[in-house]
């Protein structure tokens, strides 16, 4: 063990019960904690949604509170700003199986009794889009985060994402617009073919461009 990173002996004794070592190491995890934290930079809600963001955020992590999420996401329902900043808090909690692959059980039970609130909200396109976050998608997807990824690698679908949200909140305005075209048809509704529907719209966009 003359050679071993520090990183490596973590590895080893993190599991293992000699509590005065798990105390040093239990030190290290939270210097790691914050050096991930510095190093990441995440898609945030800035001016007039910041504080609507942090209020989401901190009722999110209150699952008690189902009553409470209904309201917000009524809100949302008919304010572009709040629902934008509703789907990147849990895009936020996602970023978090970049260091760890435990799923919150509880956001995810959370979602499953919001179902159809969200799904009136966001179609389904964003319930589905939402509980994919609470379980860091499947294995196989390009969204599945892990720890060897690099940071350039989980910023690109940090801002795939956010790009993601954006289209999802302008069904807010419950009048279809350019942005929430790409994901909504004119009735602001889920397309029955998602291909037919984008061929429509680049075959729409391409005959008004000159």
Known sequence: MYHIKLEELYDIFV???????????????QQQGHKFKQN???????????????????????????YEMKNLIERCSNNQHAS???IMTFVHHY??????????????????KLQTDLNKCFEPIGYKLLVLLCQNFSVD??????????????????????????FLSFKAYKNS??????????????????????????MFTKSHIK
């Not at 599991?15 to 995890?29: L, T």
């Not at 995440?42 to 901190?58: A, V």
């Not at 969204?143 to 994402?161: E, G």
């Not at 075209?181 to 291909?195: A, G, H, Q, T, W």
């Open 40 to 66: 990441i930079i995440l898609p945030t809600p800035l001016f007039e949604g910041s504080q609507e963001y942090i209020n989401m955020n901190k009722t999110l992590d209150n699952n008690e509170l189902v």
């Open 141 to 166: 997807s390009y969204y599945h985060l892990n720890q060897t990824m690099s940071l350039d690698m989980l910023h690109r679908r940090l801002l795939a994402l956010n790009i993601v949200a954006i």
């Open 95 to 112: 970023v978090n199986f970049y260091t760890t692959n435990k799923c919150n059980d509880d956001h995810v039970q959370l979602i499953e």
């Open 15 to 29: 599991n293992r019960n000699c509590y005065w070592i798990k105390e040093i190491f239990s030190r290290y995890s």
């Open 84 to 86: 934008y900043c509703f």
């Open 177 to 202: 617009t350019f942005l929430s075209s790409i994901l909504f048809d004119e009735r602001l509704k889920m397309p029955k073919n998602y291909v037919e529907h984008l061929e429509n719209l680049y």
